[in-house]
């Protein structure tokens, strides 16, 4: 018998039920009032998920299609941008730069640590930047940057945005997008929103929309000004994808009852538990100071058993959990705890990872890890 298939990675994410019953319904079409009270309810709920009175412009695209509109719509030719680079996906805005011959430059953050905001405060003192780029949680290593702290620095220069990717933090940790004077937020559907791949999301501030409409970038899909043009009046400017944004009302429904609070609080918990169950196995985290409660990264023992770790899950259990990348790679596993999870199913993924410690051979006392699991989470 196949066994059941259990999804613990930092995307994409488990849908649920609600949700993937939704999107099977026969498909609307989008120029319907139909269609239309769907997006305005969605609108809705983006803003109240943002905390932001400003528009939450839909894409459909996974989430790098978002953060490439960010930059260019930010951005004109001849602007710098400043990116902190801690990882896979910090790397990813400074590519997208050098893509579209942009001047840019990366602070450098050692694998594993969060940026040291005075470097950024610093930079911006030396230099023009029209816009920061930064991770609110980086997912390659299971990072949390400090974007309040950032936000305060960046807010006092009138020529510079920050441009937050927190698609790994977007319902994971609050990110009060008005209070803080976050620019741009861009998310995307297959992390905490618990729905497939395929929908991104920005928010664009009114500091933001100034330079976005004098921006001389060459664009044309990802337009914001096209885009909110369109949302002001309950549509996107192409066909979007019509059955993920049904789903999204749905998933949106269920953040909003469940709260800000309540969601953030249950992403906290999930997080320490499965920290707290790796260090009472004896492992390491990789990320121990400014850990994401989006997904935790875990050395493999002897720091190199984490790619065996991954695969007795996929190869034994027919689990999912995400292993290291670049350098990292073979050496760590992560696993994913953001969206449609909660106490079971951290217990459930530390009673696995404990069946492949055994598996590799390491000297650790069972049921330790999933004893600390329980006590936090029970
Ligand atoms: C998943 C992820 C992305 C990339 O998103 P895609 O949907 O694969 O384009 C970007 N940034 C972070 C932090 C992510 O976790």
New binding site residues.
Partial sequence: MTMKYRLYA??PTPVPEEALTEMAKPILHHRTPAFEAVIEEVRDLLKWLYKTKEEVLLFSS????A?EASLINCMSKGDKALVVDGGK?GE?WWKIAKAYGLDYEVIKVEWGQAVDPSIIEAKLKEDDYRVVCV?A???STGVSHPIKEIADIVKKHDQTLLLV?G??AVGVMDLPVDDWGIDVLVA?S??AFSLP?GLAFASVSQKAWAFVEKSDIPKFYFNFVKERDSILKNTTAWTPAVSLIMGLRVVLRRMKEEGHEAMYERHHKMGLAVREAAKACGLELFAPEAPSSAITAIWGPDRENGGAIVKYLRDKLNMTIAGGQEHAKGKIFRIGHLGYYDAMDMITVWSAIEMALTDVGYDFERGKGVAKAIEILG
């Avoid at 996974?62 to 299609?65: A, N, R």
């Fill in positions: 930092p995307g996974s989430g790098s299609g953060m996906f990813r991770q949680s980086e997912t990717d698609i790994t995307g297959q992390k791949p």
